[in-house]
């Protein structure tokens, strides 16, 4: 069975630095990947998807995910926050037809 | 110029009354899903169904009932409503498989 761990379940970062959210998978074959974002009290927005091909993916507001198939992972990175960042993400798998998320990361940003 | 709509987007209900929450999609796609999300954010896929046949019902109780009039509509029909039916209830569509294109959520509240 597929399933996706986000051991994170909460991050503060401040406004301009880094960030990275770490996902990680299980399934067997090659998955589609995804990470969306859910701002409060709104649905979810994709941010980028990994299908095949190159494993570095941009997606958007900055955001990018590198697929590491030896590692089952495919964490979100970006290189400057913004205050609008502030939401949950959530990284999901697809497979048999069926999309599997994790659990969710909340991100705050600090002033 | 809405993707994926839902209404209501609050519904408070007292426990024991039925009620029905709706969806349309106007992208073209085959395949449209009912996910809940629970108040620990935990989302959650209930059923998938494409070109109106039912793919997917994730071990749901009975009470709950999708109804696919076409393509671009799967409603959700709920029976004798339980507090642990409150959560938030989103919709989504795709094309045969990846990336799924989300509603703005129902917010169910059973009292």
């Known amino acids: 069975a597929q399933s996706v761990t986000q051991p994170d379940i909460h991050i503060t970062v401040s406004e301009g630095a880094s960030l990275e959210l770490r996902c990680n998978y299980s399934y067997g074959a090659t998955p589609y990947l995804f990470w969306y974002v859910q701002s409060p009290g709104q649905g979810l927005q994709l941010l980028l998807k990994?299908?095949?091909?190159?494993?570095l993916v941009q997606g958007i507001k900055g955001f990018e995910a590198e697929f590491k198939r030896s590692q089952s992972s495919f964490n979100l990175r970006k290189p400057s926050v913004h205050w609008s960042d502030a939401a949950e993400y959530f990284c999901?798998?697809?497979?048999?037809?069926?999309?599997?998320f994790g659990t969710g990361t909340r991100l705050t940003i600090i002033p | 110029d809405t993707a994926v709509s839902q209404t209501p987007k609050y519904l408070v209900t007292q426990m024991g009354n039925d009620k029905s929450i709706k969806c349309e999609q106007n992208?073209?796609?085959?395949?449209m899903y009912w996910y809940k999300q629970d108040s620990k954010k935990f989302l959650k896929i209930m059923f998938s169904y494409n070109n109106k046949e039912l793919i997917i019902n994730e071990t749901v109780p009975n009470r709950f009932s999708p109804k696919s009039p076409d393509k671009a509509h799967l409603n959700l029909h709920i029976n004798s409503l339980e507090l642990g039916d409150s959560a938030v209830y989103f919709c989504a569509s795709s094309r045969e498989s990846g990336e799924q294109f989300f509603g703005p959520g129902t917010r169910l509240t059973v009292l």
């Open positions: 999901a798998v697809d497979g048999n037809e069926k999309l599997t």
């Open positions: 990994y299908f095949s091909g190159d494993t």
């Open positions: 992208l073209g796609h085959d395949t």
